[in-house]
Nanobody
Framework: QVQVVESGGGLVQPGESLTLSCAASGSILSVVAVTWFRQGPGKEREVVARLMSGGAAPEYASFVKGRFALSSDNAKNTVFLQMNNLNTEDTAVYYC??????????????WGQGTLVNVSS
């Protein structure tokens, strides 16, 4: 019953910004961690950013270079990835992965279907 859905992708020009959303819904006790991945054309999947529970600071891949920021709306079980100063190398399908504890106590590792970010002039 628990599911994860990401959204917010689209076509933007270099230098523009975009915000992605990752929303979890269902019988959720707690969200342990949320990780954003991406996979560009002909490339392997790589970690973009990660947010752990317990008040830990967000972690970012080196290629972010201060351009991206994680935030959350805990009441809505939603995590946002604000992406600024996008360049063509950021073009990829972005995936949200969430480790969630259900109200039953079961731990789930869930993936969204992905949202395409296309940075092109």
């Amino acid at each position: 019953q628990v599911q994860v859905v990401e959204s917010g992708g689209g076509l933007v020009q270099p230098g523009e910004s975009l915000t992605l959303s990752c929303a979890a819904s269902g019988s959720i006790l707690s969200v342990v961690a949320v990780t954003w991945f991406r996979q560009g054309p002909g490339k392997e999947r790589e970690v973009v950013a990660r947010l752990m529970s317990g008040g830990a600071a967000p972690e970012y891949a080196s290629f972010v270079k201060g351009r991206f920021a994680l935030s959350s709306d805990n009441a809505k079980n939603t995590v946002f990835l604000q992406m600024n100063n996008l360049n063509t190398e950021d073009t990829a399908v972005y995936y949200c992965n969430a480790d969630i504890i259900q109200t039953s106590g079961e731990l789930l590792d869930l993936w969204g279907q992905g949202t395409l970010v296309n940075v092109s002039s």
